[in-house]
């Protein structure tokens, strides 16, 4: 079993570009959430995807968006980036209501 | 609403000692609650968690929480400390048995002393 796997690894963007990062959830598992993880700080969630519609989100603006696709993998969309935008995003899948399955995560720097 | 403080940014114990990292949460629903531990580098482990049975949970490699309703704490704690136990550790709550949103603490880094 491959895990929850992410890509890309590290990506470094210019402020006001967009952004697109990849998840592919652990076997089994139908429902992706998206974190972010600023340096030294927990992660804060982002939203969440389940049957391809977004299940519950927090407190991010619209630029923000996500998707999910009929094999369950999800991608992230951050548009319009700014600096504070740079950190870890980390994709979590699960079988609701089951735990979440993190994966390595993505750094993401806007310069 | 629901929110996770940890008490402690840092703690640093000697290998063979007892590790006790402290966490308090608030939550207006039954809770559920987790540990999760973060290496340098990778992602987030899940070391344990709490969904409204047994209030002292056992989870991989030794570590243990109790679960105090009273207290509204979920102190994560080792008998024995090894190098390896060195990394972030992350006290998280949700709400119980839903399997939405994680609420994370602010982390507790631990350091192990050889």
């Known amino acids: 079993d491959a895990g929850v796997t992410q890509s890309p690894t590290h990506l470094i963007k210019t402020r006001g570009q967009q952004v697109t990062l990849r998840c592919s959830p652990k076997s089994g598992h139908d429902t992706v959430s998206w974190y972010q993880q600023a340096l030294g700080q927990g992660p804060q969630f982002i939203f969440q995807y389940y049957e391809e519609e977004e299940r519950q989100r927090g407190n991010f603006p619209d630029r923000f968006s996500g998707h999910q696709f009929p094999n369950y993998s999800s991608e992230l969309n951050v548009n319009a980036l700014l600096l504070g935008d740079s950190a870890l995003y980390l994709c979590?899948?699960?079988?609701?209501?089951?735990?979440?399955?993190f994966g390595p995560g993505t750094r993401l720097t806007v310069t | 609403a629901q929110s996770v403080t940890q008490l402690d940014s840092h703690v640093s114990v000697s290998e063979g000692t007892p590790v006790l990292l402290r966490c308090n949460y608030s939550s207006s629903y039954s809770p559920s609650l987790f540990w999760y531990v973060q290496h340098p580098n990778k992602g987030l482990q899940l070391l344990l968690k709490y969904t409204s049975a047994a209030t002292l949970v056992k989870g991989i490699n030794g570590f243990e929480a109790e679960f105090k309703k009273s207290e509204t704490s979920f102190h994560l704690t080792k008998p024995s400390a090894h190098m390896s136990d060195a990394a972030e550790y992350f006290c998280v709550v949700s709400k119980n048995n839903q399997g939405g949103k994680l609420i994370f603490g602010q982390g507790t880094e631990l350091s192990v002393k050889p």
């Open positions: 979590a899948s699960s079988a609701v209501p089951y735990e979440q399955y």
